[in-house]
Structures are given as structure tokens and as C-alpha cells.
């Protein structure tokens, strides 16, 4: 069974940081890039960062470069988002995805993460 779960989340006060993991099973995640979306409210969820297979490259959106990092650790099964800086406008539902060069995808189900005084 393929599972991705996510983890981490929780409320944040501006320039705080938190740390974002998502576990999978059920696949050979090394043969997967990863990324993370997030999607705020009422907003189109959108991509934030991403990761290759081997973890040699990354890719972030514009909103989030310098202040989040991707990792991953193909032994532990296991992607991060380390994200520092936090703005209001990070405040979103986080979800980890799984794509083969096939197009086999999966997702998790989200964390919320909440960026508040």
C-alpha cells in the first residue's frame, strides 16, 4: 500500500522556522523525485519545492528561495522541507508528491502549517 505522510506542522510566529518530513512506503522511493505543494486558503495549490530521484538537484519557487530548504534521505524512505523565515503568506496546507519519469504519481494528505502572532 503507498503511503505518503506528511508531518511538522503546526503554528508558527513570523520569522520562526519549522521542519517538514513526509514518510513513504509502498514504493521505490529513490526512483521517485519529490516535491512539495502547498495550497492556502482559497487559493490554487501551488508547487514550492522539488527534488530529484538522486537528490543531486533541487528547484524552489520564487516566493520561497533562501529561506526553505529540500532534502531528502533515500535510506530512510523519507523527504524534508526545512523551512526558516516564515512570513504570514506561508501559511498554507503542505503536501509532499511522488513522481516517476513514467508519470506515476503519488500524494499525501497535508499538513497545515499557520504562520501567526
Known amino acids: 500500500q503507498v503511503q505518503l505522510v506528511e508531518s511538522g506542522g503546526g503554528l508558527v510566529q513570523p520569522g520562526g522556522s519549522l521542519r517538514l518530513s513526509c514518510a513513504a512506503s509502498g514504493f521505490a522511493f529513490s526512483d521517485y523525485a519529490m516535491k512539495w505543494y502547498r495550497q492556502a486558503p482559497g487559493k490554487e495549490r501551488e508547487l514550492v519545492a522539488g527534488i530529484t530521484s538522486g537528490g543531486g538537484f533541487t528547484n524552489y519557487a520564487n516566493p520561497v528561495k533562501g529561506r526553505f530548504t529540500i532534502s531528502r534521505d533515500n535510506a530512510k524512505n523519507t523527504v524534508y522541507l526545512q523551512m526558516n523565515s516564515l512570513k504570514a503568506e506561508d501559511t498554507a496546507v503542505y503536501y509532499c508528491?511522488?513522481?516517476?519519469?513514467?508519470?506515476?504519481?503519488?500524494w499525501g494528505k497535508g499538513t497545515l502549517v499557520t504562520v501567526s502572532s
Open positions: 508528491n511522488a513522481r516517476h519519469i513514467n508519470g506515476l504519481e503519488f
